[in-house]
């Protein structure tokens, strides 16, 4: 190989390695990277495989082979981590590949149609591996090239494009995981994020018709959304006619509370249904006053007892004493 040349395959592979290093579909990072190799290398067939869960690589990425040869190549049993390490032994390395000769290995891959040819040094049936290591040198995939141009067996120089290519995949996957997992922990975070808002949250039906919703804790607008979508949608499943709002654990009463309030009750009139706020204390009664808040179409209670009692009578029940 010149000089010329090869640089100019350092130079491909390498722009090849870093327009992928952003991408985030791993099966497009196979298949741009298996292309690369042959369309800017001397070999004429490739395969870009990853390791899986369960220690077993899958072939993803495919360059220069035909629709059936895929075929072929994805119904042959698969390698797992354990069997390929067996075969990449130090006796085969060459910079940080794996050539192995084709009568040197237990490896079941695609039987090549070309004719042996003496003259050339490779084997038609020979294995070169070039692997991909995460930050802490495990192996995450392999990429496989075969068919050199030349014929000859890889040297340390012809190798060195495709092992940056290498590298630089590595990232690149290592990217695409780790993105995947945080995408992942933020799908749990918001679920567990929805557990604890419906918890805190609670729409308790206490009686036929009557529901009651006990606020403790800040109230901010999140959670003012969360707290009305509990109460319509509790209200129209139980078809009640009360909705008791015990305000008694709420540590502050403010502007921004005082307006969700209003827009629950409103919401919840919209339904059909009658509200009642308990848990108003002297302190809470001035403080609704200050910040001009008009609750005087809203029944209000001092305490969840008496809003249970009026509740009743609300739904034409009433409460007596057993003598």
């Not at 945080?182 to 805190?200: A, G, Y």
Request: hydrophobic share 40%.
């Amino acid at each position: 190989m010149k000089d010329s040349n090869h640089l100019l395959i350092v130079r491909e592979l390498v722009s090849v390695g870093v327009s992928i290093i952003r991408e985030r579909d791993l099966k497009k990072i196979c298949q741009m990277v298996a292309e690369a190799l042959v369309n800017h290398s001397t070999f004429k067939r490739s395969v870009v495989s990853l390791l899986e869960r369960n220690n077993i690589f899958k072939r993803i990425g495919f360059g220069g082979l035909t629709a059936e040869q895929i075929e072929k190549l994805k119904k042959l049993t698969p390698s797992t981590l354990k069997e390929t390490k067996n075969n990449l032994i130090s006796e085969y390395l060459i910079g940080q590949s794996y050539y192995i000769p084709h009568n040197c290995a237990d490896i079941e891959g695609l039987k090549s149609e070309q004719e042996i040819d003496e003259s050339k040094e490779w084997h038609p049936d020979d294995f070169l591996f070039i692997p991909l290591y995460n930050p802490e040198g495990e192996i995450v995939g392999l990429m496989s090239v075969d068919d050199p141009e030349d014929g000859n067996k890889p040297t340390p120089t012809s190798l060195l494009p495709l092992e940056l290519l290498a590298n630089l995949t590595a990232v690149a996957v290592e990217n695409a995981n780790n993105l995947s997992k945080m995408e992942e922990l933020v799908r749990n975070l918001r679920e567990q994020q929805n557990v604890v808002m419906e918890l805190s949250t609670p729409v308790i039906r206490v009686w036929d018709k009557i529901l009651v919703l006990p606020l403790i804790g800040t109230v901010d607008s999140v959670r003012a959304q969360q707290v009305m979508e509990n109460i319509l949608i509790k209200i129209s499943e139980t078809e009640s006619q009360v909705v008791i709002i015990d305000i008694t654990g709420v540590p502050v009463i403010d502007t921004l509370v005082a307006s969700h309030l209003i827009k629950t009750v409103a919401a919840v009139k919209l339904l059909g249904a009658d509200s009642i706020i308990t848990g108003i204390n002297p302190e809470i009664a001035q403080t609704l006053v200050h910040l001009g808040v008009d609750l005087n179409e809203v029944v209000t209670k001092a305490n969840l007892e008496r809003g249970i009692e009026i509740a009743m009578k609300m739904t034409n029940r009433r409460i007596e004493k057993i003598i």
